[in-house]
């Protein structure tokens, strides 16, 4: 019977935009070559019969599942031993600043106001956090933030989390 061997599924860390491929390696003793090998994809321990004989799973992938794949050799005459790919998981993707622009404003005293807005997204789904800091102090949280200069240029820091990621940009308020 023919041999399945370095089965492997990749990327091995894959995330929701990624598409996961299998790959692994066929031998006969025999010299046959190899006809009717099956593929079979698992998620989360469960055979998916929409990918049977698949060499690849297309994204987009979820975040937390479990994937394997199991390939049977064959040599058209004789199948042999099933051998299953060790499993990879989905993980989570940092979510994305889509906007944070510079703000400029005439100075109205000895401090002025000022009011910007973060928009971000998560490909994930996931809940978003913001804040923005001043040399380390936070002086904002939430999507729309507010806070009174001096007359003066500032880098304020924005992060936003996705409980587990976070991405960071620079804002110029001058």
């Known amino acids: 019977a023919p041999t399945a061997a370095d089965v492997v599924v990749t990327p091995a ?38 990918l049977a ?7 987009p992938l979820v975040k937390g ?13 004789l199948a042999g031993t099933p051998v299953t790919s060790a499993a990879v998981v989905v993980g989570n993707t940092a979510p994305a600043i889509t906007r944070l622009d ?15 807005t973060i928009a971000a997204s998560d490909v994930d789904g996931d809940a978003l956090t913001y804040s923005c800091s001043l040399d380390g102090t936070v002086i904002g949280t939430g999507a729309t933030q507010s ?18 990621d976070s991405t960071t940009d620079d804002l110029t308020v001058a």
């Open 102 to 116: 510079d703000v400029a404003s005439p100075a109205t005293g000895a401090t002025t106001p000022i009011t910007w």
């Open 53 to 59: 004989n698949a060499p690849r799973v297309p994204a």
């Open 147 to 164: 806070s009174s200069f001096a007359v003066g240029t500032y880098t304020i820091t924005c992060t936003v989390s996705d409980g587990t």
């Open 13 to 50: 860390a894959p995330v929701k935009a990624d598409t996961l491929s299998l790959t692994y390696t066929y031998a006969d003793e025999d010299g046959d070559s190899e006809q009717g090998t099956t593929i079979a994809w698992l998620k989360n321990g469960v055979e998916q019969p929409a």
């Open 65 to 77: 599942d479990s994937w394997e794949a199991r390939v049977t050799p064959n040599d058209g005459a």
